[in-house]
Structures are given as C-alpha cells and as structure tokens.
C-alpha cells in the first residue's frame, strides 16, 4: 500500500523567506500526489496535485511542488512567505483508484514577523 | 456556501454511548468520503461511497463503525459503544469524479469522556 513521510514536523520561517516543506512518498507505480493546507478550524484545502505531465506543478497561494521520482518525493515550495501561510501542511498519496488517498503526519508552519 | 457540510461540529459523550455524525457533501458529488484524523496525525482514510453504495472500507473501520447514504446524498457516521481511542476529528469530503480534487467538510470534532 503507499504511504507518505513528513520528515519535518514543525519548521518555523521569516516572513519573505522561501520555504520548502518535504515530502516522500512510497508507491509501487506512478503516484496521484497532493498538497493539502489546513488552518485552524478549518477543512483541509487543496493547494495542488500531480497526476502526470509537467513535474512541476503550479498551485494556488503562489506554491509549488515538483515530482522526482528518483527521490520518491513531491517536496512543496514557495519563495516568499506571507504570515498568512502559517498552517498545517500535509502531502497525500492516492493508489492507482485514486479513493485510498494515504495522508501523511503533516508539517506545520509557524511564520516570524 | 455551498461547500461540505459536517454537523455537529462537537461532540462529547460518555464512554459506551452510540454518536452519529452526518455529512451533506456538495450536491453534484456522488463520491463521499469519511476521515479520521487524530491530533498530529494525518486524516486516515475510513471509507468510500459512490453514490448509495459503500464501495470501500478500511481496515480501521471496526464493527462499531457504520456508515451509510440510503439515498446517494448525505451520509452518516454512526460509531456504538464508544471507547476513549475514538476521540478524534472526523471528516468528511466529496468530489465528482476520482481525478477531481476533494472538497473536505470542517469536520466532527468526537471527546469520548
């Protein structure tokens, strides 16, 4: 079955500094892969998905992510930090069916003034 | 809004007790979805619904656990003799096709006392 790792569990940024939160994956065959942005009280919003294509994909709030399936990773991205990005951030694995998606920990984001 | 609907938002009830959860998901979606994410943790899948019919379960779903959609629109959650482990958000999320993104509700937030 796959799963997911969120090697970081809390990464702490400047407001205006880049930000990369890590995501690895484990799958058999080409992955359905997902970031998912969570705010207090709130469902859980998708920030992007791959499927397949381009590796690196564009999202919404200015994030991306890039595919490397030699790494086995879908690692998040953004160049500038606004406070308003402080959440928890999970990657999302989904099977060939794309139903069982798999979840990982999470990583959550604190942003300094 | 016409997003995900999750009632209640809170839940806390004593151990031994039956609670039932409902879930009215975005009226063209006929796939449902029900999570459980527990705090630091990623939402676990628990199962599947396209339409009425519940096509997928997970192994995490003990027998306490039922869920339904008699009528392919909103679901259920029921979880029976409740234990202190169910304590956990649950949530729910719906889409139209298996390559749409899934729209998640606020989620259930369940205290077992």
């Known amino acids: 079955a796959q799963s997911v790792t969120q090697p970081d569990i809390h990464i702490t940024v400047s407001e205006g500094a880049s930000l990369e939160l890590r995501c690895n994956y484990s799958?058999?065959?080409?992955?359905?892969l997902f970031w998912y942005v969570q705010s207090p009280g709130q469902g859980l919003q998708l920030l992007l998905k791959?499927?397949?294509?381009?590796?690196l994909v564009q999202g919404i709030k200015g994030f991306e992510a890039e595919f490397k399936r030699s790494q086995s990773s879908f690692n998040l991205r953004k160049p500038s930090v606004h406070w308003s990005d402080a959440a928890e951030y999970f990657c999302a694995v989904g099977a060939n069916n794309n139903n069982d998606m798999r979840f990982g920990a999470g990583t959550r984001l604190t942003v300094k003034p | 809004d016409t997003g995900v609907s999750q009632d209640p938002r809170h839940k806390i009830t004593k151990r031994g007790q039956n609670v039932t959860f409902r879930c009215d998901p975005i009226s063209e979606h006929n796939r449902l979805y029900w999570y459980r994410q527990t705090l630091g943790q990623g939402p676990e899948f628990l199962t599947y619904f396209q339409n009425e019919a519940q096509l997928e379960k997970s192994r995490l779903l003990s027998d306490r656990f039922s869920a339904e959609r008699p009528k392919g629109s909103f679901s259920t959650l029921e979880i029976q003799r409740t234990e202190q482990g169910d304590s956990a958000m649950y949530l729910c999320?719906?889409?139209?096709?298996?390559?749409?993104?899934?729209?998640f509700g606020s989620g259930t937030q369940l205290s077992v006392l």
């Open positions: 791959y499927f397949s294509g381009d590796t």
């Open positions: 799958y058999g065959a080409t992955p359905y």
């Open positions: 999320a719906s889409r139209r096709t298996t390559n749409e993104k899934l729209f």
